[in-house]
């Protein structure tokens, strides 16, 4: 059985690290407890303790607990350290390698990979020196997740919720899955596209859309790690390029057609940009506001995933991506027949998924429809890496 040791930090959203104990055992993941002094404000150890059915380790300096079992041996009998909710502070401490109780003595003292599931108010996710502290332990190697986006316990709005407990629990799963071959698709080109597109209307305006290229770019990287060769055909984002991955930055929907066709050949696309459907022929000055038409003469765009589909150099596996908002499942099995892909990935879009950070999908094939739970896109473009690797072997 693994184990995983569950830190609670101190947040209103402590209450959901309940349901995650709860659903960790469900998945048969033993669940051992440390709360910190902040954490108890909000949840009592004798809920933790009846949940994960162990006893819940509070302070560094219970000699009953040191007798036991020493603080070392805590933070390395478990498979997985998981901080969950993981607080400002408690993040700037891991950063800094603080060691002042018993949750960051055991972080520090740890020899096992590190989860964090993030909470706190939208300013303090957005502060420069937690902006900093989360690149510090993701270049430390932790698995930072993205905080959730939504209304907050404190009234504001924004990135900052604690990830349902279900996405924590995909993330933990994820992470306590043995390792993939690394060159389980060593060898092979895969292109993908990501990003919106923005269409000119003249030197100053464009149209576009809320694509932030998250999921595309992970399924880059996720793809990348595998060991294929990459070409990431992007429209304007503000991400990093992913570890391994040539990116090819492009602006309009036609750019992004001519440099997809530029490089083909490939064994696998995966085509996940918000193309627009429709671009206006710009014009060459800038509109003033008298220039206006009160209207403006839109003209389609190439389908890049149709001309592809149904294209001499079509690859071996073709994925399409389809944001809808209603009728999900029979509108991307349609896309899938008219665009000549094997498989499309379908997701509901009528929540906070374009431009967040989870997403809940639906990858449809010939074979049918397989629904996966709502979860960090970074775990949808492991898992979706994992089987472009196995439908090319
Ligand atoms: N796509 C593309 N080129 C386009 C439009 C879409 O390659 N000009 C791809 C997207 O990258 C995605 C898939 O097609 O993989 C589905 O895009 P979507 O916008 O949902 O499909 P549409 O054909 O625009 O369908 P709808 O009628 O719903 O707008």
């Not at 300096?61 to 408690?90: C, F, N, Y």
């Amino acid at each position: 059985m693994k184990r995983i040791l569950l830190i609670v930090g101190g947040g209103i959203a402590a209450y959901k690290a309940c349901e995650l104990i709860r659903l960790c055992r469900k998945a048969g993941i033993a669940v051992r407890c440390v709360l910190t002094d902040g954490g108890a404000h909000f949840v009592t150890p004798m809920t933790l303790a009846a949940l994960s059915e162990a006893p819940v380790h509070t302070s560094l300096w219970d000699l009953k607990d040191e007798a036991e079992m020493g603080h070392i041996q805590l933070s390395r009998e478990a498979d997985l350290v998981v901080v969950a909710p993981a607080t400002a502070d408690l993040l700037a401490k891991m950063a800094a390698g603080m060691a002042d109780d018993l949750a960051t003595t055991l972080l520090l003292a740890t020899d096992k990979p590190v989860l964090a599931a993030p909470a706190m108010n939208v300013r303090m996710w957005q502060h420069a020196a937690t902006t900093r502290n989360v690149a510090q332990l993701r270049r430390d190697g932790v698995t930072v997740l993205e905080p959730d986006e939504g209304a907050m316990a404190c009234g504001e709005y924004g990135p900052g919720r604690l990830p349902e407990p279900a996405a924590i629990l995909a993330a933990i799963e994820r992470a306590l899955a043995p390792e993939p071959e690394p060159a389980l698709l060593a060898g092979r080109h895969v292109l993908v596209t990501a990003g919106p597109t923005q269409e000119a209307i003249d030197p100053v305006r464009y149209i576009a859309n809320r694509s932030s290229g998250r999921q595309g770019y992970a399924i880059a990287g996720a793809l990348a790690k595998l060991g294929a060769r990459v070409t990431l055909v992007s429209g304007p984002t503000a991400l990093p390029t992913p570890q391994g991955v040539t990116r090819v930055d492009v602006e309009s929907a036609q750019q992004m057609a001519d440099a997809v066709e530029a490089a083909l050949p490939a064994d696998a696309a995966v085509m996940v940009a918000a193309v627009a459907d429709w671009r206006v022929n710009a014009a060459p000055r800038k509109l003033a506001k008298g220039d206006m038409e009160s209207r403006l003469e839109l003209v389609p765009n190439p389908d890049i995933l149709a001309t592809l589909g149904h294209g001499p150099r079509r690859p071996g596996l073709l994925i399409g991506f389809a944001a809808e908002t209603h009728d999900v499942l029979a509108h991307a099995a349609e896309k899938r027949a008219r665009k000549g892909a094997d498989w499309i990935v379908a997701n509901d879009v009528s929540g906070d998924v374009m431009g967040g950070t989870a997403n809940a999908v639906h990858l449809v094939t010939a074979n049918g429809v397989e629904s996966w739970e709502r979860m960090d896109k970074e775990v949808v473009a492991q898992r979706l890496a994992e089987r472009i690797a196995h439908a090319l072997a």
